[in-house]
């Protein structure tokens, strides 16, 4: 049976996502992480200054996730200056201001989620991390051709 749907990605992500959900939502979790992290030099998660559990993991991956919308703001900007004479299948109403203020607000919003979270952005950024290599690796074997 082919179901057409990236499986091993889909595993992936559920493996990290209950990753995340153990190290946060338990102690021993935090324990866990807080062990890694003073054993390689750094401080220990100040854990109580959060509200605990979902709350903690918005705030730890909130930075990765407004770096990325911010990405998509910037890279309409690009594709659309590199691409100038391609027939687009819809309009960016006041472009290239809304854009603009699209990346404004999201580049404010990541610097927020950064005050706000400082270390706990670990959480978000070292899955993140762990997962170029990967890309680099399994996309130099899958990528199509660019013709």
């Not at 091993?8 to 935090?30: F, K, Y």
């Not at 100040?46 to 996730?65: D, I, K, S």
């Not at 391609?86 to 309009?91: E, I, S």
Request: aromatic content about 10%.
């Amino acid at each position: 049976m082919q179901l057409n749907s990236p499986v091993c990605s889909l595993v992936a992500q559920a493996c990290v996502s209950l990753l995340l959900i153990v190290g946060v939502g338990t102690e021993a979790g935090r324990d866990a992480i807080d062990s890694v992290l003073t054993g390689i030099g750094l401080q220990a998660l100040p854990w109580n200054q959060y509200e605990g559990g979902f709350e903690t993991l918005v705030a730890g991956t909130a930075p990765v996730f407004w770096l990325f919308f911010l990405l998509t703001g910037v890279s309409s900007l690009v594709l659309r200056r590199r691409d100038q004479g391609r027939q687009r299948p819809f309009t960016t109403p006041l472009y290239p201001l809304v854009p603009l203020i699209f990346i404004s607000v999201c580049g404010y919003m990541l610097y927020v989620s950064v005050a706000y979270a400082r270390a706990l952005c670990l959480l978000g950024i070292v899955p993140l991390l762990v997962g170029i290599p990967l890309f680099l690796i399994r996309g130099a074997k899958h990528a199509p051709d660019s013709h």
